[in-house]
């Protein structure tokens, strides 16, 4: 079964590859962005997601930070095509490294890429002061996921399990949550967290989260990513610096780090995310009111 996912990375990444970089190609004169910036952001974010702390976030905040795009508009789809080759270099990388029950794997990665086609078709409709809404919102969860998190809450619903697959209602139950997560992502959700709460809270072992996880979003960016490229909603100087930037930080994680204390700087990051998120919001709202 892991043979049959690590084919099914290696279509979607040679599909991917070949539309955004024939997109990106068409449009080579166009200056939307430092391409160099771009990169330092995808080395930093990345390399925190192999670690276990997302890229969703901290990348979200950078490009808020830098001021590198010009509309919010095209956070969810700059957020969606930066990061997919990125993640599925993890998705190679980590994918054998636990062992689970392949068909409970596969549903739920099939689950989370429906979602995310479903989910990138409503978000490229949605306009720049819904979107600031969505990603407020989008950001607020998150930081409230990480803090969770960070205390210990999340990692104790799965003390003592033991299972590496799902069955009956149960697996029904992760198919259907992981779809709505797989939707949800493409708003600027993170997956990781609620996806690893899920599988906690189904009586799984806390480990089998990982190949979930990153499966999952290696397989659903590329069929987000697909809408976005397709109707220009994204930045795409940016998703070239980050997509390099992220691949150099992935390897850098993987090659080089292996055990961090990341305590002190994944404190900050709840805290800055929180209010990029709020800032956001609130935005969106006077944005929206004032219209």
């Known amino acids: 079964m892991v043979l049959v996912v690590q084919i099914i990375l290696a279509v979607v990444l040679i599909y991917f590859a070949i539309i955004f970089f024939a997109d990106y190609y068409k449009h080579r004169h166009e200056n939307d962005g430092n391409i160099v910036v771009a990169g330092v952001i995808g080395a930093i974010t990345n390399f925190l997601d ?5 890229s969703y976030a901290p990348t979200t905040l950078l490009l808020k930070v830098t001021k590198f795009l010009k509309s919010d508009k095209l956070i969810p789809g700059t957020l969606t095509v930066a990061c997919t080759i990125p993640v599925i270099t993890e998705a190679f990388l980590f994918i054998d490294a636990i062992k689970m029950e392949g068909a409970t ?24 002061k819904i979107i ?7 950001l607020f969860l998150t930081a409230i996921l990480m803090l ?31 779809f709505i997560l797989g939707a949800l992502m493409t708003a600027g959700v993170g997956l990781y967290a609620p996806c690893m709460a899920l599988v906690y809270m189904l009586g799984m ?3 089998v989260a990982f190949p979930i ?14 809408e976005f490229v397709k109707s220009g ?16 930080g992935v390897v850098i994680a993987v090659t080089f780090v292996k055990s961090l204390d990341l305590t002190v700087l994944t404190w900050l990051i709840i805290v800055v995310v929180t ?14 009111n004032a219209a």
Not at 132 to 138: L, T, V
């Open 148 to 178: 969770l998190s960070q205390l210990g809450v999340i990692s104790a619903l799965g003390a003592g399990n033991t299972a590496l697959g799902l069955h009956g209602s149960k697996l029904v139950i992760a198919v259907v949550v992981n």
């Open 205 to 207: 072992n806390p480990a």
């Open 132 to 138: 600031r809404i969505i990603m407020g919102i989008a």
């Open 233 to 248: 909603d994204y930045n795409r100087r940016g998703s070239m610096g980050i997509t390099i930037g992220g691949i150099i």
């Open 105 to 128: 794997l596969l549903s739920m990665v099939a689950a989370a890429a429906i979602g995310s086609f479903t989910g990138s078709k409503i978000m490229t409709k949605f306009n720049e």
């Open 50 to 54: 192999t670690l276990g702390i997302g």
């Open 213 to 226: 996880m990153m499966a999952s979003c290696a397989v659903l960016m590329p069929v987000a990513s697909r």
């Open 275 to 288: 209010y990029t998120g709020l800032s956001m919001l609130y935005q969106g709202i006077r944005q929206k």
